[in-house]
């Protein structure tokens, strides 16, 4: 599937410390340490409701660790897949009495449009499900063939499986109790009151064509795939047995991301699938979390078409710590424009205050698990000295512009 257009990315000089980042499975922030070449996988949109904030905020926390890396001076494999056919997706084309297809692709349309207006660079490789069928069913076949998965004792509809227990580690990146994941699973698509699985939380690998339902060809039969094995044929296809980051909102440690790590590593023998477990927190709106099943959404393009400019859009979501869970308001969007006029402002003097510090204090904040509020906060208070003309430095205004552009991916 085609990305989206690449955004340019300015070179600063110099280089800050390593990224640190906060891992779901061990519960700490931690060094990042990848090769020349970071690797980092995050779970793209389900193509319908796209793009509302929520959505951006995750894929901007995720730009950031993009940038903090180019900064740091390696090459990012960057890899996001489009979930385009699933049961949200045709429910959804159901209810509306849409075509699934035309509806997939429309609003994956609209969201690559929303990523490059939001300047988030983009992905290496951008995959749909369907165009990556082929490959799923062959992982889904090996596993299978492994004793890794299982046909459920159906005879009318024998769908494959994925054992829990077959690695002796599942668990490990939610931490989650089996009570826990077992609730979890049945209220975020799963099947655990299933008869015929060997375990509660076993999730579906394959499953067999139903009467009016898309399926495609494959040495299992006929069918469509679950979601997690999607991701994980996508995912080592492309980035190999180990990545440094797996991203997505928090609503995905279970049991997407548990899957998907217990997928890969049933599959190559490698622990841990992600080096980094990163999660998102959920943005609210009127005191609930902004979601497709609650219908409160604000959507990146409707703020578009109000002329909203989307570098604002941008800072109203980075002013919050991406981990936290946190509203919209359309007071938090006012104060991002009122912010971006004032940096606007300040790089437009012919002098300010040295812009070395500034840079370095950027670079320190954002490596400390991406902590933007205090990255933002840094660049007002060298905006209001410049806007109070207490600098000199002909050179910084300049500067500033390029690292606010580089490492925040704010055009000033
Ligand atoms: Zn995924």
Redesign the pocket.
């Known amino acids: 599937m085609d990305t989206w257009a690449a955004v340019d990315l300015p070179r600063l000089d110099g280089a800050g410390p390593p990224l640190r980042l906060y891992d779901t499975a061990t519960a700490q922030v931690r060094p990042t340490a990848p090769g020349p070449t970071a690797t980092m996988y995050v779970?793209g949109i389900t193509p319908y409701d796209a793009t509302h904030l929520g959505h951006a905020a995750t894929y901007l926390a995720f730009d950031l660790v993009n940038r903090v890396w180019r900064d740091l001076g390696h090459d990012v494999h960057y890899v996001q897949?489009v979930t385009d056919i699933d049961d949200p997706l045709l429910e959804r084309a159901a209810r509306d009495q849409d075509d699934w297809v035309v509806l997939g692709m429309r609003e994956t349309a609209l969201f690559r449009e929303d990523m490059e207006a939001l300047r988030v660079l983009p992905p290496r490789h951008y995959i749909g499900a369907v165009e990556a069928m082929g490959e799923i069913a062959e992982l889904v076949g090996k596993l299978l063939a492994a004793g890794a998965a299982y046909r459920v004792d159906d005879p009318e509809y024998p769908d494959v499986y994925f054992d829990v227990s077959v690695t002796g580690r599942f668990g490990y990146e939610s931490n989650y109790d089996e009570a826990t994941m077992i609730e979890i699973a049945r209220e975020r698509g799963g099947d655990p009151d299933r008869p015929g699985k060997r375990h509660p939380t076993d999730p579906l690998l394959w499953r067999m064509a139903r009467p009016g339902e898309p399926s495609w060809e494959s040495n299992l039969g006929a069918g469509r795939p679950g979601?997690?094995v999607?991701?994980a044929a996508i995912a080592l296809n492309r980035l190999g047995p180990q990545i440094d980051v797996n991203g997505?909102g928090s609503d995905?440690i279970f049991p997407?991301?548990e899957c998907?790590a217990a997928h890969a590593e049933a599959h190559t023998g490698v622990h841990p699938f992600a080096r980094h477990y990163v999660h998102t927190g959920m943005i609210g709106l009127d005191g609930e979390k902004m979601s497709k099943s609650r219908g409160n959404l604000v959507f990146v393009s409707k703020l578009r078409a109000q002329d909203v400019d989307p570098n604002a859009i941008r800072l109203a979501l980075l002013a919050g710590h991406y981990r936290s869970d946190r509203p919209y308001t359309p007071e938090l969007l006012a104060t991002a424009q009122e912010r971006l006029e004032r940096w606007r402002d300040a790089v437009s003097l012919a002098a300010g205050p040295p812009g070395e510090d500034l840079v370095a204090r950027l670079r320190t904040h954002l490596a400390d698990d991406l902590d933007t509020p205090r990255a933002l906060a840094a660049v007002d208070a060298w905006a209001a000295e410049a806007l109070e003309r207490r600098g000199t430095d002909a050179a910084a205004p300049a500067l500033v512009r390029t690292a606010v552009d580089a490492l925040l991916g704010v055009a000033l």
């Open positions: 779970c897949n979601w997690h999607e991701c997505g995905l997407h991301h998907g």
